[in-house]
């Protein structure tokens, strides 16, 4: 019997952050692991590349290390395809054919892309590759006939968009030859955005508010202890608020089940006034170091044998080839242009 289909990936724009490890890459794990689905995990180089063009070096630099992450957070190359987005020709001739079954002002009305157009700051610079990448994203999923695509709740917009394309292909050439997705969430809702350490409604290494998977203890030590928690929380004894403070929020994104008792007390604690700061980023740095420490180890090990690090990449490439071109084949069968 055949298995149902997963793809999702990752921008290689920097090392990856614990924003992307509880927003989707935590869930890959889980989901390779139940072995009931066909795994195709991706490192979306040329969507990067639409506000990374004139600095590509970053890119190539990323993809090393974001393969470094997925193998340290615990995706494994024989249970699942990893692959590099560029490396599959196929996916950009997708992409040419669907940008004709959308139209510009669709893709301007998009959430995701209104938001991000406005924090990277282009005005009236946009890129032209960066307004239609929901449509290349279109590409890489209906490629390899994705049935569901794990990702973090602000990206339920590029799910639908791709679903969109998916109708609209199938209804304009008569034959169901795309599979129409549906997205995985975090069921944790605190973890589908993780805020930034200083409040910030994005993590992200243009801000320098991010924790990253690769960072050592020392530097998650600093990070977690300058956290911003409550600004009017000034002396112990005061009462705090734990709404819009990160050292609760991230409590409650990380913390297990069995730590839940303790969270609940210290807020309750926190909020009456008695508990300072320094106490409780301790206890988060605990509940952090819990998680990253082996993920942070495992990095290391991997770290020292790049060739075969990227020799893992290039058998998921071509792997990840020979499926995104029997799907190309169906595509251009349907529309009448294999002539040959």
Do not use: C, W
């Not at 180089?45 to 990323?62: C, G």
């Not at 599959?88 to 669709?106: F, G």
């Not at 304009?172 to 944790?188: F, S």
């Not at 350490?197 to 243009?206: I, P, T, V």
């Amino acid at each position: 019997m055949t298995k149902p289909i997963i793809l999702t990936g990752d921008r290689p724009t920097g090392k990856l952050h614990i924003g992307h490890y509880v927003g989707s890459l935590r869930n890959r794990v889980l989901l390779q692991n139940e072995g009931k689905y066909d795994l195709f995990v991706f490192l979306a180089d040329q969507q990067a590349l639409t506000d990374h063009a004139k600095d590509p070096q970053t890119i190539i630099e990323s993809i090393g290390n974001v393969a470094l992450d997925y193998l340290a957070a615990g995706l494994d190359p024989e249970k699942v395809t990893i692959f590099i987005q560029s490396q599959i020709p196929e996916l950009a001739e997708l992409t040419m054919y669907y940008m004709n079954l959308v139209s510009l002002a669709r893709l301007e009305r998009n959430p995701t892309v209104k938001t991000e157009i406005a924090q990277k700051g282009f005005g009236q610079s946009i890129p032209t590759g960066f307004l239609v990448y929901p449509i290349s994203q279109a590409a890489d999923i209906t490629a390899f006939k994705a049935n569901y695509v794990p990702v973090g709740t602000d990206q339920k917009p590029m799910i639908e968009q791709t679903r969109e394309i998916v109708r609209s292909f199938n209804n304009a050439y008569q034959k169901d030859v795309l599979v129409e997705p549906e997205g995985i969430y975090p069921e944790n809702e605190a973890a589908g955005r993780l805020p930034g350490l200083d409040g910030n409604a994005k993590m992200s290494k243009s801000l320098n508010n991010g924790i990253y998977l690769a960072d050592d203890m020392d530097t998650l030590k600093k990070k977690v202890m300058g956290m911003y928690t409550d600004p009017n929380h000034i002396r112990v004894e005061d009462p705090g608020k734990i709404e819009g403070n990160m050292v609760f929020h991230y409590l409650d994104v990380f913390g297990r089940p069995e730590d839940q008792a303790e969270i609940a007390a210290m807020k309750e604690h926190y909020q009456r006034g008695g508990l300072g700061d320094v106490k409780t980023k301790r206890y988060l740095l605990e509940i952090l170091e819990r998680e990253l420490g082996p993920i942070r180890e495992r990095r290391i090990e991997f770290a020292k044998d790049m060739v075969q690090v990227y020799d893992m990449l290039r058998k998921g490439s071509e792997k990840a080839r020979q499926k995104a071109s029997q799907t190309l084949s169906e595509v251009k069968s349907a529309m009448g242009i294999n002539y040959f």
